[in-house]
């Protein structure tokens, strides 16, 4: 079973960047794919990127262009680079992990969640 922990969060303001962390128990290089998941307060959770385990990436269009997806594998541990920062980025951030391939922006189809970061950007 895989343990993940985010760090990273914190308040910017709009334009601003963050960087957030997502440190893995295990070796995930390969053989996981990872995703990044948002929870503005109130609503659903939305996927916003998938790293496959084969190194492919995929982006909601909301964050298409502003956050980046990557890995360190020496130190298992998955980034998400969030640049031009908006109000409405605002919220938990998770990172998930699910066996093998996937690209999928469901988040229901990763087992393995972190507890979250909170990112705050305000206007």
Not at 50 to 70: C, E, K, P, Q
Not at 97 to 106: M, N
């Amino acid at each position: 079973q895989v343990q993940l922990q985010e760090s990273g969060g914190g308040s910017v303001q709009a334009g601003g960047s963050l960087r957030l962390s997502c440190a893995a128990s295990v070796y995930t290089n390969r053989i996981y794919s990872m995703i990044w998941i948002h929870q503005a307060p109130g609503k659903e959770r939305e996927a916003v990127a998938v790293l496959t385990n084969d190194g492919g990436t995929r982006y909601a269009a909301s964050v298409n262009g502003r956050f980046t997806i990557s890995q360190d594998s020496a130190k298992n541990t998955l980034y998400l680079q969030m640049n031009s920062l908006k109000p409405e980025d605002s919220g938990m951030y998770y990172c998930a992990a699910r066996r093998g391939w996937s690209s999928s922006l469901t988040p229901n189809l990763y087992n393995f969640s972190g507890q979250g970061t909170q990112v705050t950007v305000s206007s």
